[in-house]
């Protein structure tokens, strides 16, 4: 997949829980698993917007787009 989605990179940065962030972001932890694991089929921009807000970053730091060969 060419969208790599790094949570957990940020997550680790901030020294936060999954757990913590999925109750500050207002939803499940197995929902924020399918998020985190690149599974997710999209994202709103609220939650993005709410990521953000939360961890401090920019989207880009979030998101990132690697080509396929």
């Not at 500050?24 to 709103?44: D, V, Y």
């Amino acid at each position: 997949m060419p969208i790599i989605v790094n949570v957990d990179v940020m997550l680790a940065r901030r020294k936060m829980q999954s757990k913590e962030l999925a109750e500050r972001l207002g939803i499940t932890p197995a929902n924020l698993s399918i998020l985190k694991t690149g599974k997710a089929k999209g994202i709103r921009f609220d939650t993005l917007e709410a990521l953000c807000q939360i961890l401090d970053c920019q989207p880009g730091d979030i998101l990132e787009y690697v080509a396929e060969p």
